[in-house]
């Protein structure tokens, strides 16, 4: 169940289909054709993961959720302009047959967009009981079931009063609070009904004290925030390569253009802000200043976001970074990232239902609420309180499928390797 059928959930959806008729390969999606080592480097034992887990099947995946725009999943496609018109031309019958329900939205907290189709309630609790329903009514066509944030960015805010408890959250929902932004209708939504969620995006959604307690009481896995796709993938592998070899930065310059819906929403500054604060955490807390004070203490970091609709869903991502040195000396590397943002993230998407679904079948997740070893797929990775996120993406790896090693009892690998050499 996807909120916010767009470029990002009509790239996954006619890819999975795009996939199950034989037109193309599942690249970018761990769960697909990834693999995992098992035991010593010289058992030769590595296993496709989608033979490994016992994870869902593209052919069982069945799709439904919610937008603010009518009309069905391919005229959504055509509009994205993200596939080929080939490729849609021969899925159109089955695009054609997913027509997302109306959605639960308020301009105040996406001011960019205007909505052609909405539900209407007398307030935010009439209008998530009104999500529930429709959730009750694809568990009854559905075995399992994960709703997924797809939607796009909404404005800026911080944990207040009505989030830090579920008792509060809920009065706020009767009051209609102003704290309460409509993703977080659908996580309550979701959650309530014992249904894992995900946020794709950077809002303030499930990473509050209401949501953890929520999460943990129906046993609801949750996880997020915002899809690590193009520019800051490249920063979770490039700030750890400069610390491992205890190489100084004393400035990172990141700039964007984008010219998809999402490119249009970050145009708003209020918007922008949510994404900016996603975006700028990760250097502090992989390259950690307090600890490396020589090397990264006066770091001067800048993200910039354009909307340019000329460049539609091929982002652009560029970046200069100011390095240092043996004695001080200074360089430079500069990356220039035409990607394309939808193509990136529909993978993670699918790989994130996937494993949300597994990790709500799975005794020792389950109850844990967030799901931190799904931090692999994410710009501010949700952590316990208290606990710092990690960012580096290959810590996230190993604590990822050493995750999946654990679950399905196998030993955990450390990568010590000394028992090689008679250790």
């Known amino acids: 169940m996807m909120v916010g059928m767009g470029a990002v959930c009509t790239t996954l959806i006619a890819g999975v289909e795009a996939i199950r008729q034989g037109l193309a390969k599942p690249v970018g999606s761990l769960t697909q054709m990834g693999t995992i080592r098992l035991g010593k480097r010289t058992d030769g034992t590595t296993p496709l993961i989608k033979d490994f887990l016992p994870i869902a099947q593209l052919e069982d995946l069945v799709f439904t959720g919610w937008d603010i725009f009518g009309g069905n999943l391919y005229g959504a496609s055509k509009t994205a302009a993200v596939l080929d018109n080939e ?9 054609e047959s997913i027509e997302p ?14 909505a ?66 409509p993703s977080q209708l659908y996580a309550w939504a979701a959650l309530t009904e014992g249904i894992p969620f995900i946020n ?23 996880c997020g925030r915002d899809f690590k796709t193009g520019q800051t993938l490249i920063k979770s592998v490039l700030a750890p390569a400069f610390k491992a070899r ?26 922008f802000k949510t994404k900016e604060e996603s975006k700028l955490g990760l250097l ?34 560029w970046d200069n970074i100011d390095i240092f040195g043996w004695l ?18 529909a993978p993670l998407a699918l790989d994130l239902c996937l494993f949300m679904d597994l990790a709500a079948r799975t005794p020792s997740l389950k109850g844990l609420g967030i799901q931190e070893w799904l931090s692999f797929y994410f710009k501010a990775p949700d952590s316990a309180p208290g606990v710092y996120p990690e960012h580096d993406l290959f810590i996230q790896q190993m ?17 010590l390797g000394l028992d090689y050499y008679g250790q």
């Open 328 to 345: 001080g000396y200074p360089m430079q590397l500069k990356v220039d990232f035409l990607c394309r943002d939808s193509i990136l993230a």
């Open 399 to 415: 604590k990822m499928k050493n995750t999946l090693r654990h679950i399905m009892g196998e030993d955990l690998i450390t990568h």
């Open 246 to 271: 205890m190489l100084g930065v004393s400035g990172w310059f990141s700039t964007n253009i984008l010219g998809n819906r999402d490119g249009e929403v970050l145009d708003d500054p209020a918007s």
């Open 200 to 222: 794709g995006a950077p809002n303030l959604t499930v990473d509050i004290p209401a949501m953890y307690e929520l999460s943990r009481k129906m046993n609801a896995p949750i």
């Open 87 to 95: 490729t849609l031309e021969k899925i159109r019958p089955y695009l």
């Open 284 to 317: 502090d807390l992989i390259l950690q200043p307090e600890l490396y004070p020589d090397l990264y203490k006066d770091i001067f970091h800048k993200v910039r976001i354009n909307y340019y609709p000329p460049r539609g869903d091929a982002k652009e991502g």
């Open 101 to 114: 329900m109306p959605a639960a939205f308020d301009q105040n907290y996406v001011k960019r967009l205007t």
């Open 116 to 181: 052609t189709k909405i539900k209407s309630g007398k307030n935010k609790r009439d209008l998530a009981e009104q999500l529930r329903k429709d959730i009750q009514a694809f568990k009854k066509k559905t075995d399992r079931q994960v709703v997924i944030w797809t939607g796009s960015t909404e404005i800026f805010l911080t944990p207040s009063a009505v989030h830090q408890s579920l008792a509060a959250f809920e009065k706020g929902m009767d009051n209609d609070d102003p704290g309460i932004a």
